[in-house]
């Protein structure tokens, strides 16, 4: 058997040379520019071989997180925020709507539904310290500034436990302090949120959205998504998610209500039927505060949750 010759590697080499030496190099020089060459070359092969290892190992830079914070548990996707409504200016400022929140108020009803999607609830929680609703410190400064008094989260998911959708309802001093939060979660999202609440039956994936209303002096907070995490196709209807997780909304115009009294001729309200059940006790998972009795609002007249805009 006839061995293949191994090609040298000379007449390349001496191509090379002759071509330096046209363009003037001496010896040094072109074996400076040789080595120059070789280790351009070893550096880009180095770098492609990191880039590679980062894309495997999930290697993506994350936020910088202020030092001592707890780290929270996933981040939205994507996030928008809506200014308030004029019909709200009754309760613009905290001074005009002194009660406190309660978890049975806000998320007293059993389920939330809109159009086809029904949530079922599964936990509620009422933070005194808005700071302890939330992680990264940002966001707890930013809440301070904003004269959080109190934060109460209720998490719901669909029966099939394909859709899990959080709501978080802060008490802040007035709507210009609400506005302003609003605006600083537009960039303040990338690396600190709101805590999500624990249960066995839900949880947020990789994936998610979240979004907020200015509502007077409170500011509402709406997080879905799809407990798999994966990204919503053509057959889930993240909007009217975002519309049954916002039921929860009902508690603030009713208290606009119990401020401002019931209109002479009030408008029939658009949207589903209230769905809120006072009398129930709300969930009792680890780490969901005692129902409180809610205030004596009206439930006479319940304002529906305006549309998306």
Request: with cysteine.
């Amino acid at each position: 058997m006839t061995k293949r010759k191994r090609r040298s590697s000379a007449p390349a080499e001496g191509r090379t040379g002759a071509a330096l030496a046209e363009l003037g190099l001496d010896d040094r020089q072109q074996r400076v520019f040789v080595w120059s060459v070789t280790a351009v070359g070893v550096l880009a092969i180095a770098l492609v071989l990191t880039l590679v290892v980062n894309a495997i190992g999930g290697g993506q830079s994350q936020p910088v997180q202020a030092s001592g914070e707890v780290s929270g548990e996933g981040l939205p996707a994507t996030f928008q925020s809506w200014p308030s409504l004029k019909e709200l200016a009754p309760i613009a400022d905290r001074k005009a709507d002194t009660a406190p929140l309660t978890v049975q108020e806000v998320f007293g009803a059993r389920t939330l539904t809109a159009g086809k999607v029904t949530l079922r609830r599964l936990a509620g929680r009422l933070d005194q310290a808005c700071a302890g609703a939330v992680w990264g410190a940002d966001l707890a400064e930013a809440l301070a500034e904003a004269g959080c008094g109190q934060a109460v989260r209720g998490l719901y998911a669909t029966a099939d436990g394909v859709y899990v959708a959080q709501y978080t309802l802060f008490n802040l001093a007035d709507v210009a302090a609400a506005e302003s939060l609003a605006k600083s979660l537009a960039s303040l999202y990338r690396g600190a949120w709101v805590q999500p609440l624990e249960s066995p039956r839900a949880k947020f994936g990789a994936y998610s959205e979240g979004n907020a209303y200015v509502l007077g002096h409170y500011l509402g907070v709406a997080w879905i998504g799809r407990a798999d995490g994966v990204e919503p196709g053509e057959k889930d209807d993240f909007i009217m998610l975002g519309l049954a997780v916002r039921e929860a909304e009902k508690a603030v115009f009713r208290r606009v209500v119990k401020v401002a009294g019931v209109p002479s001729d009030p408008a029939q309200p658009p949207g589903p039927a209230d769905t809120a059940q006072p009398s129930e006790e709300p969930p009792s998972e680890p780490g969901a505060s005692p129902a409180v009795s809610a205030p004596g609002a009206s439930t006479s007249a319940q304002p529906s949750v305006p549309a998306a805009r």
